[in-house]
């Protein structure tokens, strides 16, 4: 059932191509995005006035990419909550809100609370859901799912793709109706959005390279990955895949923020990973690099291709090809699952059943 692999986790980022293709392939109609499921006319979509993106662990994540992406496109505020604190904070919204909650099992408790909590006050409710039938997915107004099929390991790694896939879509998809993004804009993304499939084969093609750079962290105590902006949002993720499948403690930061406390664990040979797929904010990245070079950590960056000038910063670097600017996550993730899961390979950890976890959280 494994398909030939060690691991679930191995086999669906393995899966990871497919489905995202799936994802977004039935969407794009000739050369224009229809998401029928969403129920919206395009006169409705210019009528919202802001976005509320409600979700638990990596698909809060996925939420925190989305805002960057949605606010850029469409010119919409976005709110991103954590399901459990939506709950018990009296939200503010209304009809024209559009509250997007986003969840692989469509069963996680808090965020079904939340979804029914949104419509009660009014706002109408787009769930992005992995399972066909769920809870998530029966109650919200309209369902846009996620085409990653079963997802068996616990730390989550297709469906998070799929669901950063099918926020783009909404993302290009309201900035077209608003009037914010233009023809040959689209065109030019649809090019990138199809060509992050095979994007991502090339980087897990790679996978021994990764493997080899893991195995010399196996005995890490801390680990922190920073990133600014999107890349920040990437950093969490990385982060999250690291600290539950390897039980190595790791924290994302934003990378301006560590001078504000965090940087006083930076120890001699303590690992960070930095994140920069941000063009605008590769040098100000880089300077944070070399603050925590400077206190004895040892950098790691995945940038993209081309840009070179990191290599004076880091002290190991991995590139990922390039793509539009808003779907930098779907290709710097990789490299950050891989390096997760050979360092908890390394450590002899449960890849597929973390100790405390569990695929569906359905207490609140
Ligand atoms: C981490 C992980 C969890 C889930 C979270 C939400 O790898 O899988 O953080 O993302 O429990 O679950 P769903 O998406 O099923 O609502």
Known sequence: EKGGYEHFMLKEMYEQPKAVMDTFSPRIKGSQIEIEELGMTEEEIRKLRKIMIVACGSASHVGHTSKYILEG????????????????????????????????????????AALRQAKKMGARVLGIVNVVGSSIAREADNVMYTWAGPEIAVATTKAYSAQLTAM?????KFGKARGLLREDELQEMLGSLKALPAQIEMILSNREKIQKFANRYLAARDIFF????????????????????SYIHSEAYAAGELKHGTISLVEEGTL??????????????????EEV???????????VEGNTEVEKAADYVIYIPETNKYFTNSLAIIPLQLFAYYIAVGRGC?????????KSVTVE
């Open 73 to 112: 496109l469409a010119r919409l505020p976005v709110e991103v909550d954590m399901a459990s604190e939506f709950r018990y904070r009296n939200p503010i919204l209304d009809e024209q809100t559009l509250v997007v909650v986003i969840s692989q099992s469509g069963e996680t408790a808090d965020t079904l």
């Open 226 to 245: 920073i990133g600014r902006g999107i890349d920040h949002a990437i950093s969490m993720e990385g982060s999250l895949k690291l600290k539950e499948i």
């Open 293 to 303: 070079r400077t206190r004895g950590a040892f950098v790691m960056a995945v940038t």
């Open 350 to 358: 449960d890849v597929d059943k973390p100790r405390n976890l569990a």
């Open 168 to 172: 783009y879509l909404l993302a290009m």
């Open 272 to 289: 960070v990973a930095a994140v920069l797929t941000q063009k605008e904010l590769y040098k100000k990245m880089i300077s944070n690099m």
